[in-house]
C-alpha cells in the first residue's frame, strides 16, 4: 500500500511571512482552528498552504475595520537597509504582543503590500531607490482609504540636507536616525492605550 500524500504545507515563521503576521499571531489562528495544522513525527508544527490561502482570500473581502484581528495595531517598515529595517521591526514585535509588524527592502514592494496588510502606522525611510519617501507619502496620501495611514518618516540626513530637498514629507512626522527605541516602543504603546488596544 503507498503512503498517504503529504499535503503541500510550511513551518509557522513561513505562514508568519505570507500571512504578514507576527509568528505569535498564526500560533493564535492555528490554536482557533483557523488555520489547519499538525506535528510531525519530530515535533514540528505544518500549516496547510490550502488554509492559508483561503485565509487570505477570506480577508480580501472583508471591509478595511473588520480585518482587525483581535485589535491588532499593525505596523509596516520600509528601509531598504537590512540592519535599520530588521531591528525597527524586531523593536516593534517586543513592544506588545497585540502589534503585528511587517518590513519591507523598497517602496515599491511596500505599496505593493499596502493594500493586504493596511498599517495603521509606517515607518518609512525617506532616501530609497526607485520609488523614495517623498513620492511614497505623496502616492499613499493620494490614494482612497489611506489617508488617514500615521507615516513616521526617518533619514540620517542633516537639518540643511533635509532642508535642500524641501524638508519632511507633507503628512509624515519626521524623524532622525538613529531612532530613539525606547522612544519608539513609548510611542507605540502610548497609541494603543486610549484606543482600547491593550
Known amino acids: 500500500m503507498s503512503p498517504l500524500p503529504t499535503p503541500a504545507c510550511c513551518g ?3 505562514a508568519a511571512q505570507l500571512l504578514q503576521l507576527s509568528v505569535g499571531t498564526v500560533q ?3 490554536d482557533k482552528n483557523i488555520l489547519e495544522a499538525w506535528v510531525t513525527q519530530g515535533g514540528h508544527r505544518r500549516i496547510s498552504l490550502e ?5 487570505q482570500a477570506q480577508q480580501q473581502k472583508l471591509p478595511a475595520l473588520t480585518r482587525l484581528i483581535e485589535n491588532r495595531l499593525r505596523i509596516m517598515v520600509v528601509d531598504d537597509d537590512a540592519v535599520t ?5 524586531d523593536a516593534c514585535l517586543s513592544t506588545h504582543h497585540n502589534i503585528d509588524c511587517c518590513a519591507m527592502a523598497s517602496g515599491i514592494e511596500a505599496l505593493l503590500t499596502l493594500p493586504t496588510f493596511l ?5 518609512l525611510d525617506l532616501l530609497m531607490p526607485e520609488v523614495d519617501g517623498w513620492e511614497w ?5 493620494e490614494t482612497e482609504g489611506f489617508e488617514q495611514v500615521q507615516i ?6 542633516s537639518k540643511d540636507e533635509l532642508e535642500q530637498r524641501g524638508g519632511p514629507p507633507e503628512g509624515s512626522h519626521f524623524i532622525s536616525k538613529p531612532i530613539d ?3 519608539l516602543k513609548g510611542y507605540l504603546l502610548g497609541l494603543m492605550s486610549p484606543q482600547s488596544w491593550v
Open 12 to 14: 509557522t515563521s513561513k
Open 28 to 30: 493564535s489562528l492555528v
Open 51 to 55: 488554509s492559508i490561502h483561503q485565509y
Open 85 to 89: 529595517r530588521h531591528m525597527l521591526q
Open 119 to 123: 498599517p495603521h502606522i509606517v515607518i
Open 137 to 141: 507619502v505623496k502616492r499613499v496620501k
Open 152 to 157: 513616521i518618516s526617518i533619514s540620517a540626513l
Open 181 to 183: 527605541l525606547g522612544w
